[in-house]
């Protein structure tokens, strides 16, 4: 099963613990967004740093959505340099074990949602911070 992570909150007065674990996940600035494994190692620095992003299981079809409309592949995007059955195909194969930096680059440059954010300080129910069931529903709003 794969996990996307997306970074909300910005760098001010923020613990090194956390900031590293950001700069390793690779996510650096506000509104990046990265899939990954859920793997017990990843969640355990997705929990590191839970009060400044936002994540949870996303299905193939918005992978595909996310691929195609804000994926890039050494600066040009993946709508240029693939055609949509090849996309389709890359997100079946990121779905069933394959490593997102094979097909395109890591990191997906989101814009803010649309309707805006609920709040950036309190977690998922009554904010955007934290684990979320409907993942998918926050990266439709961001593409």
């Not at 992570?5 to 700069?23: D, Q």
Request: with cysteine.
């Amino acid at each position: 099963m794969k996990i996307a992570v997306v970074r909300i909150r910005g760098i001010r007065n923020i613990s090194p613990k956390i900031k590293k674990t950001l700069e390793l996940l690779n996510i650096e600035r506000v509104n990046n967004c990265i899939v990954l494994d859920d793997t017990p190692q990843n969640m355990g620095m997705v929990k590191v740093c839970k009060d400044y992003v936002a994540y949870g299981p996303v299905s193939e079809n918005v992978l595909f959505e996310l691929l195609r409309k804000r994926g890039e592949k050494g600066g040009r995007m993946l709508r240029e340099v693939m055609e949509n059955e090849e996309i389709k195909q890359a997100a079946q194969k990121i779905m069933h074990k394959e490593k997102v930096k094979d097909f395109v680059d890591p990191v997906f440059r989101l814009h803010p949602p649309r309707k805006g954010y609920k709040t950036i300080k309190k977690p998922a129910p009554e904010g955007d911070l934290g684990k979320r069931e409907d993942m998918d529903s926050l990266l439709k709003r961001m593409m």
